[in-house]
């Protein structure tokens, strides 16, 4: 929306929601995170970085910032890109997998006798995993009530969180003050978190993100230890945001069991 002309120095995350044509659009576009922070007009205003998210193929197309930058463009008479013979995205001619919808794409290659193109299907040759620490990230603090990853909770002021696992298969399931209880998701530990993680980030407000409140490192209070089991004063070591996690599973350990059985009857019927 706001592409060109617009400046905002404390910009720190530019997001693509549109392809570019040109790669000084998409420069103009990712320049609104660039300016750096004059302190004497933004008095307390820190900024180290700027995030680029691109949910376009621009980056793809046009290539990172840190490449050589040529704001005039250039002439070319071999088209650089291809569009997907699946979902119709237009993306650059080297891609070997639609990065929008996964879809492995058709590439020339010469034939043997070298005089004329044939094509095949291109094959993976090798990638890389990253594997990517949701609880480090998150906002919010999950607490493993059980201590064994079975069960994990996280809560703010309107909203909570929790996934669970049942016969080797996690469900995350969250509520929120006038809300009922729903099913966030089924299947891979990584899934339910990010699922219940998200939760917590559209039902809270950042001021409700719990992860750093010196507060919660506090004991339990006296209202917290009357619904808590009578061992829990013996636990020192117990928090007041674990208290609140525990708390928040007991209260809502009916509503979280519906949810997880509904989507176990579902997955039978399915099945059936």
């Not at 291109?122 to 990517?132: C, K, N, P, Q, V």
């Not at 530990?189 to 750093?212: F, P, Q, R, Y």
Request: hydrophobic content about 40%; charged content about 20%; overall charge negative.
């Amino acid at each position: 929306m706001l592409t060109e002309g617009w400046d905002h120095p404390p910009t720190s995350c530019v997001v693509l929601l549109r392809p570019s044509s040109y790669k000084s659009t998409m420069i103009q576009m990712v320049g609104r995170g660039l300016r750096t922070i004059n302190p004497e007009e933004h008095p307390g205003v820190v900024k180290t970085d700027c995030i680029i998210l691109d949910f376009g193929t621009s980056s793809l197309i046009h290539g990172s910032l840190e490449q050589d930058v040529n704001l005039k463009g250039y002439d070319s008479t071999e088209d650089s890109t291809q569009s997907c013979h699946n979902c119709s995205a237009v993306i650059p001619l080297s891609c070997s997998e639609c990065p929008i919808c996964g879809e492995m794409l058709l590439v020339d290659v010469r034939n043997e006798e070298g005089d004329g193109p044939e094509q095949q299907r291109a094959l993976l040759s090798g990638f890389d995993m990253t594997e990517i620490d949701l609880l480090a990230r998150s906002s919010f603090e999950w607490i493993d009530i059980n201590g064994d990853g079975s069960a994990m909770m996280a809560s703010g002021f309107t909203a909570w969180a929790g996934v669970f696992n049942q016969d080797g298969r996690f469900y995350a399931v969250g509520g929120a003050r006038n809300k009922a209880s729903v099913l966030l998701g089924v299947g891979e530990s990584i899934v339910c978190l990010a699922a219940a993680d998200d939760w917590l980030n559209t039902n809270e407000s950042d001021e409700s993100a719990h992860k750093t409140k010196a507060w919660l490192r506090q004991p339990p209070t006296e209202r917290q230890f009357a619904y808590l089991p009578p061992a829990c004063r013996m636990d020192y070591s117990l928090t007041r945001y674990q208290a609140s996690a525990m708390l928040s599973l007991k209260f809502n350990l009916h509503a979280i069991r519906s949810r997880i059985a509904e989507a176990r009857g579902a997955s039978l019927a399915a099945v059936a």
